[in-house]
């Protein structure tokens, strides 16, 4: 069983950065599709982007050009770099992986972390 944990959210300004960070149990991030996704209070978790396992990266329009994802396959741990963030940029970022070179935000994700809180302020 695969188990993910972000870390690094926080509370911070607008226009503020923060990288978070999720850590795999298992060495999959070379086989896996990894995906981070946010959800603000009262809404449906939404898609950031994905990368794939040999590392090809799509994100969604909201986020292009601001957000980064990358990853370490040796350390097992996915990053999200966010860059000018905005008030509805609030809300808990999931990482989230599914087995395979298939790789896109609308396909079924297996194992999801816990999510960790991100709160920007005006």
């Known amino acids: 069983q695969v188990q993910l944990v972000e870390s690094g959210g926080g509370s911070v300004q607008t226009g503020a950065s923060l990288k978070l960070s999720c850590v795999s149990s298992?060495?999959?991030?070379?086989?896996?599709?990894m995906g981070w996704f946010r959800q603000a209070t009262g809404k449906e978790r939404a898609a950031i982007g994905t990368?794939?396992?040999?590392?090809?990266?799509a994100y969604t329009d909201s986020t292009k050009g601001r957000f980064t994802i990358s990853k370490d396959n040796g350390k097992n741990t996915l990053y999200l770099e966010m860059n000018d963030l905005k008030p509805e940029g609030s809300g808990i970022y999931y990482c989230?992986?599914?087995?395979?070179?298939?790789?896109?935000?609308?396909?079924?994700?297996?194992?999801w972390g816990p999510g960790t809180q991100v709160t920007v302020s005006s």
């Open positions: 298992h060495l999959i991030l070379g086989i896996y599709c």
């Open positions: 990368i794939t396992n040999d590392g090809r990266t």
């Open positions: 989230a992986a599914r087995y395979g070179s298939r790789c896109s935000q609308d396909l079924v994700f297996t194992y």
